[in-house]
Structures are given as structure tokens and as C-alpha cells.
């Protein structure tokens, strides 16, 4: 879990995030969102986007108290830290947001235990800097957010033939309904994660080789 720089790389911390150690693709953390609130692209992003805000700000805040905190309670303040940013998030979304709201239902709630979150406080947050830890949120949160986004859009493509809400494909369409059943999520989050996987090898290769050959290629 010990994750902390002896020199802060910055654009490791992001790549991490983004893609090397991506909450959903690689650490399969936060499923059960994924799962439940893919059926359009819009739920996706504004789910995206409110672990984002979470994420940065628990992280900011549990990195400046890391070091008065006993370590016996550190679990206990950082959900209570964590609950307190996902109430204001909460809170916002119903009173500018209410469609979304709605549409997001117990999730929004339910993010002070994502798991991605409590891991980001544990393995990053609790052992660095204000600044890195900021930007560690953020890219766990991108991250997490770019996976919503393109799951959500398999499922809406291909079953509604929307994108956004917006009519893609051809009028003699016929919409695939299992794509926004809950089999469907598992069949697509399924099939999206292997993909990341497959290209994760590839590259894993293209390095070895790169490295056998002196680091040329």
C-alpha cells in the first residue's frame, strides 16, 4: 500500500490514474457504480465528476490532518472527512441538479464508501503532500471518470442507438435492450476490461523488447 514519493513525479502520479493504475481497468475498485449507473453517457460524467470532487478535496484535507491523526482512528476520520464533502456534493446536486439527482439516486450517498476513495486516503493521501495528493485525486478521479464514460457509452450506442440522448444510429436500428440490463453491464465492463488488459500486455511487451534491444525501438 506504501505508495509515498521520495521525489515527487508528477506525470507518473496522473499516467497512475489515468490509465498504468486505473481505478477501474487495472484495480477493478468501484464496481458496483460502474455497474449500476452506466445506462447513458450523462450519468457517467456527472458521476465521474462528483468522485473527482470528492476525491481531491477528501485527499487534500486527509493529507494536512495525516499527522495529528492516531493511527487507531485514521479509518474513522478519514469516512468522516470523505462524508462530509459527498453531503456538500449531495446537497448541490439536489438543489441545481434535481434530474440528475434522481437519476444518480443512492449513489450519490453511497460514494463515501467507494472504495476508491478510502484506498486513494490509505495508500496516497495519508503519506503525502498537500499538492501531490491533490493531483492524485484527480487522477484517480479522471480516471474512474473515463471508464464510466466509456462504458456508458457502449451500453447507451448500443442500447438506445443514442449517444447523450441523441439519436446516432440509422432510423432501421433495432436497440439491443440486454445492453442496459445488468447483464449487460457485466458483459460490456467485462469485455472493456479485458481490452484495457490486452493493451496493457502489448505495451508491457513493446517495453521489454525496447529494453533487450538497449532501450532503442
Not at 50 to 73: D, E, H, Y
Not at 109 to 137: Q, T
Not at 175 to 198: D, E, K, M, N
Amino acid at each position: 500500500m506504501a505508495e509515498k514519493c521520495e521525489k515527487t513525479n508528477y506525470k507518473k502520479i496522473l499516467t497512475d490514474g489515468l490509465w498504468d493504475k486505473n481505478p477501474i481497468f487495472v484495480q477493478l475498485l468501484g464496481m458496483c457504480s460502474t455497474l449500476a449507473i452506466t445506462t447513458g453517457v450523462p450519468n457517467g460524467i456527472a458521476m465521474g465528476l462528483c468522485v473527482t470532487v470528492v476525491l481531491i478535496f477528501s485527499n487534500i484535507f486527509i493529507s494536512l490532518v495525516r499527522k495529528i491523526i492516531p493511527r487507531q482512528i485514521r479509518i474513522a476520520s478519514y469516512i468522516v472527512i470523505i462524508s462530509t464533502f459527498v453531503t456538500i456534493i449531495e446537497l448541490i446536486m439536489k438543489a441545481y441538479f434535481p434530474a440528475l439527482d434522481k437519476s444518480l439516486g443512492l449513489f450519490i450517498p453511497l460514494i463515501v464508501v467507494n472504495c476508491i476513495i478510502l484506498a486513494r486516503a490509505e495508500a496516497f493521501a495519508s503519506k503525502n503532500s498537500v499538492l501531490p495528493s491533490a493531483v492524485d485525486g484527480l487522477s484517480a478521479g479522471l480516471g474512474y471518470t473515463l471508464a464510466l464514460i466509456v462504458v456508458s457509452a457502449i451500453r447507451e450506442i448500443f442500447g438506445n442507438g443514442t449517444i447523450c440522448g441523441v439519436q446516432i444510429m440509422p432510423d432501421g436500428y433495432v436497440p439491443i435492450l440486454s445492453f442496459v440490463t445488468p447483464a449487460g453491464a457485466f458483459i460490456t465492463l467485462g469485455c472493456v476490461i479485458a481490452l484495457a488488459a490486452y493493451i496493457n500486455n502489448l505495451r508491457a511487451v513493446k517495453a521489454d523488447k525496447a529494453k533487450a534491444n538497449g532501450g532503442k525501438g
